[in-house]
């Protein structure tokens, strides 16, 4: 017989594999709640990059602006200096020509550099702004990987004692049902669960009632048929009891293709019946039809009767 001890000793099983998978799991998931900062991370640096090299690309546009506008300034200077010296009026139109033209030169040149220093300028505080939120993304990061590893540290070590303690009642457990005990329990949660008025706690469907007393005998471990946890009998109060014994569902598991069986039979019956009660209809059709043509034969007896006289 199933004794108390191997359902206590699965009982407790059951808490510890409960507790085992939910930390496994939790160790399986910690790397994922790193994944948004990381991702953050990753897209702080990405930004970064992307303007440092706007920034590297404006800067020596501002420098080749520089020498451009420097040229002009010495063109203009050079130009005014040689009207001190001219002499005829082909050099003085030369000469305002190269000044004119520098000038123009210079304004235009000068405009385009306030423009991109202006650039240059908001793009070197968007990095500054940007290098300083990388630094606190990683140190944020770090922290919490920190954080993550003590966690999943504590979680290794429940993991070993939940082992030590695991590793105590398995091997006085029939390691077949050891095996499928631990599937039903990644499954539900609940491997073993008790027979109450021939349900099944686990999935609440009622038992065939040769099977349920099969579970009270205790001869062996059963699984139920429906939801594969296994069975122990639980006794009931006087005012839970409830007999379903009389419930035509219930009956022996083999009494399932039995009922369907028996209906079919019924079917068949039902069917018989039906065709009798036609082949009866059909006689007594046939008769009242035989009655109308003999009273069709008379009458015309009658009428010819009547002819001769």
Known sequence: MVTAEIFDNLKKLQDILVEKYALEAKVKEAPDQLKTQEEFLTKLKTEFI????????????VSKLKFELDEAVKSRESGEKGMDSITTHREYEALEK????????ENEVRKE?????????????SLKSKESLITAQESDLNASKDSLNGQIADYNKQLEGLQKREDEIAPNLDQEILFKFER???????????????VCTGCHMILPADFANEVREGDSVKFCPYCSRILFYEEVSEDEAEDFTAIGAAGTLGGLDDDEDDEDENEDLNQDEFDD????SDMDGDSEEDDDEDDAEDGDESEDSDSDE
């Not at 992307?50 to 546009?61: A, C, I, L, P």
């Not at 190269?98 to 030169?105: H, L, P, S, V």
């Not at 039903?184 to 021939?198: H, Y």
């Open 184 to 198: 039903i329990i990644q499954r539900n949660s609940e491997g073993i669960v008790a027979v109450k008025n021939g």
């Open 113 to 125: 550099l306030q423009k991109e220093e202006k650039i240059l300028a908001e793009l070197n505080e």
């Open 277 to 280: 009660e036609e082949a009866d």
């Open 98 to 105: 190269q000044i004119n033209e520098a000038t123009e030169k």
């Open 50 to 61: 992307e303007k440092k090299n706007k920034y590297d690309e404006t800067s020596d546009k």
